[in-house]
C-alpha cells in the first residue's frame, strides 16, 4: 500500500512538474492615461498566438516574422554597434548617451539588457509661469540576452521577431517595458497567466 | 400508424437532427440595444454553419473578384483561429473609458465581443470554428494573389 501510495505521490508530482513546464505564457500590455477622460487598455495575448500568425502577415515591412529596419529608423544610432558594446562590457557597465533633454542608459545585468530613458521635456506655458518642473518621462526595458541575440539573429537590417518570441517562451515571468509620462503610463510583461490583473 | 403521424414523427426527428447539428456547429448571436428611449433593439441567432456552406456555393470565378486584401489576411486569420480553438478563455482586449468599454474575449468556442457606448449597446458572439471553416474555404477556392496579378 505504501509503494502505490509513493508511486501515486510520484506521478502527481511529476504531472503537476510538467504542466507547470508546458503552461501557456501570456503577453501582456497595460495602459492607462491619466485624466478624467482617460482610457484603460488592457491586452493579454498568448504568446503561442503571436508565434502562429506572425510569420503569416506579409505587411509593409513585416515578412515572414522579420520586419526590415532602416538605417534612419534609428537616427544614425549604430544599433547593432552599440548592443555589441554592452554585450561585451561587464555587468552594471552602463553604455551612456546623453543630450540635454535626454539620458539613454544601456546596461547589461544578470543575462539582462537594461535600457533606460530619461527624458526631460520642454516645460509647458503653465510650468514656465509657475516654475514647476517638468515632469521627467522615463522608460525601462528588459530584455533578456537570449531574446535580443535572437532579434538580431537575421540579416543587417532586420529584426527576426518571431525568434525573439520563441526566445522570450523561455520565460515564466519577466518584466519586459515601463514606460510613464505626465499623461499616460504603459506596462508591457509576461507571465503565465491568462488575466492581466 | 397514420400518415399524419409518420410525418409528424419525420418532422419531429428532423428538428431534433438539425437541432443537433447547429448545437454542434454553434450559432452566430447578435443582440444590439439602443440607448434612447424608444430605442431598437435587434436580436438575432443564426446557425454558425451558414457561413461556409455560403462559402462553398460561391462560385470560383466570383471569388477570383475577393479583394486582394482579404486574400492576403486568409492565412492570418487561418492560423489566428486555430490558435484560438485551442486557446483557454480569456479576455484577449478590454478598453475601458469615461464613454466607452470594449471587451473582446473567448468564451468556451465562441468569439464574443462587447461594445457599450452611450447610444447602444452591442453583443456579438460566434463560434471560433466557423471562422475556421469559413476561411479554408475561401482560401481552398481562391487563387492565390500572385496568380491573380499575373493574369
Given at each position: 500500500?505504501?509503494?502505490?501510495?509513493?508511486?501515486?505521490?510520484?506521478l502527481?508530482?511529476?504531472?503537476?512538474?510538467?504542466?507547470a513546464?508546458?503552461?501557456?505564457?501570456?503577453?501582456?500590455?497595460?495602459?492607462?492615461?491619466?485624466?478624467?477622460?482617460?482610457?484603460?487598455?488592457?491586452?493579454?495575448?498568448?504568446?503561442s498566438l503571436?508565434?502562429?500568425?506572425?510569420?503569416?502577415?506579409?505587411?509593409?515591412?513585416?515578412?515572414?516574422g522579420?520586419?526590415?529596419?532602416?538605417?534612419?529608423?534609428?537616427?544614425?544610432?549604430?544599433?547593432?554597434?552599440?548592443?555589441?558594446?554592452?554585450r561585451?562590457?561587464?555587468d552594471?557597465?552602463y553604455?551612456?548617451?546623453?543630450?540635454?533633454?535626454?539620458?539613454?542608459?544601456?546596461?547589461?545585468s544578470?543575462?539582462?539588457?537594461?535600457?533606460?530613458v530619461?527624458?526631460?521635456?520642454?516645460?509647458?506655458?503653465?510650468e514656465?509661469?509657475?516654475?514647476?518642473a517638468?515632469?521627467?518621462?522615463?522608460?525601462?526595458?528588459?530584455?533578456?540576452?537570449t531574446v535580443?541575440?535572437?532579434?538580431?539573429s537575421?540579416?543587417?537590417?532586420?529584426?527576426?521577431?518571431?525568434?525573439?518570441?520563441?526566445?522570450?517562451?523561455?520565460?515564466?515571468?519577466?518584466?519586459?517595458?515601463t514606460?510613464?509620462?505626465?499623461?499616460?503610463?504603459?506596462?508591457?510583461?509576461?507571465?503565465?497567466?491568462?488575466t492581466?490583473? | 400508424?397514420?400518415?399524419?403521424?409518420?410525418?409528424?414523427?419525420?418532422a419531429a426527428?428532423?428538428?431534433?437532427?438539425?437541432?443537433?447539428?447547429?448545437?454542434?456547429?454553434?450559432?452566430?448571436?447578435?443582440?444590439?440595444?439602443?440607448?434612447?428611449?424608444?430605442?431598437?433593439?435587434?436580436?438575432?441567432?443564426?446557425?454558425?454553419?451558414?457561413?461556409?456552406?455560403?462559402?462553398?456555393?460561391?462560385?470560383?470565378?466570383?471569388?477570383?473578384?475577393a479583394?486582394?486584401?482579404?486574400q492576403?489576411?486568409?492565412?492570418?486569420?487561418?492560423?489566428?483561429t486555430d490558435?484560438?480553438?485551442?486557446?483557454p478563455?480569456?479576455?484577449?482586449?478590454?478598453?475601458?473609458?469615461?464613454?466607452?468599454h470594449?471587451?473582446?474575449?473567448?468564451?468556451?468556442?465562441?468569439?464574443?465581443?462587447?461594445?457599450?457606448?452611450?447610444?447602444?449597446?452591442?453583443?456579438?458572439?460566434?463560434p471560433?470554428?466557423?471562422?475556421?471553416?469559413?476561411?479554408?474555404?475561401?482560401?481552398?477556392?481562391?487563387?492565390?494573389?500572385?496568380?491573380?496579378?499575373?493574369?
Amino acid at each position: 500500500m505504501r509503494k502505490i501510495l509513493s508511486a501515486l505521490t510520484i506521478l502527481v508530482w511529476l504531472g503537476g512538474a510538467t504542466a507547470a513546464l508546458a503552461a501557456e505564457r501570456w503577453v501582456h500590455v497595460k495602459v492607462s492615461e491619466t485624466g478624467e477622460d482617460g482610457e484603460r487598455v488592457r491586452v493579454n495575448i498568448p504568446l503561442s498566438l503571436a508565434e502562429k500568425i506572425l510569420p503569416t502577415i506579409n505587411a509593409h515591412k513585416l515578412h515572414d516574422g522579420k520586419v526590415r529596419v532602416d538605417e534612419h529608423d534609428f537616427k544614425e544610432v549604430d544599433l547593432r554597434a552599440l548592443l555589441d558594446a554592452v554585450r561585451t562590457a561587464q555587468d552594471n557597465e552602463y553604455v551612456t548617451v546623453e543630450s540635454k533633454h535626454e539620458n539613454v542608459r544601456v546596461a547589461k545585468s544578470g543575462g539582462f539588457m537594461l535600457v533606460k530613458v530619461r527624458e526631460t521635456p520642454h516645460p509647458s506655458k503653465k510650468e514656465k509661469e509657475t516654475g514647476a518642473a517638468p515632469k521627467v518621462h522615463t522608460v525601462d526595458v528588459k530584455i533578456p540576452f537570449t531574446v535580443v541575440n535572437a532579434l538580431l539573429s537575421g540579416e543587417k537590417d532586420e529584426l527576426d521577431l518571431l525568434a525573439g518570441l520563441r526566445a522570450l517562451g523561455q520565460y515564466d515571468n519577466l518584466e519586459l517595458v515601463t514606460v510613464n509620462d505626465e499623461d499616460s503610463s504603459v506596462r508591457v510583461w509576461i507571465d503565465t497567466q491568462n488575466t492581466a490583473e | 400508424m397514420t400518415p399524419k403521424a409518420i410525418i409528424l414523427q419525420g418532422a419531429a426527428a428532423m428538428m431534433l437532427v438539425t437541432g443537433a447539428f447547429v448545437y454542434h456547429v454553434g450559432a452566430v448571436w447578435v443582440d444590439v440595444r439602443e440607448k434612447k428611449p424608444g430605442g431598437d433593439h435587434v436580436r438575432l441567432v443564426v446557425p454558425a454553419i451558414i457561413a461556409p456552406v455560403a462559402a462553398m456555393m460561391v462560385p470560383k470565378a466570383k471569388l477570383q473578384e475577393a479583394p486582394a486584401e482579404l486574400q492576403q489576411w486568409l492565412p492570418t486569420i487561418e492560423a489566428a483561429t486555430d490558435e484560438l480553438s485551442r486557446c483557454p478563455d480569456s479576455v484577449f482586449v478590454q478598453v475601458d473609458s469615461r464613454k466607452e468599454h470594449v471587451k473582446i474575449a473567448k468564451s468556451g468556442d465562441h468569439l464574443v465581443i462587447d461594445v457599450d457606448d452611450p447610444g447602444e449597446t452591442v453583443h456579438v458572439s460566434f463560434p471560433i470554428r466557423a471562422v475556421a471553416y469559413t476561411a479554408r474555404q475561401l482560401a481552398r477556392s481562391a487563387p492565390p494573389v500572385a496568380q491573380r496579378a499575373g493574369m
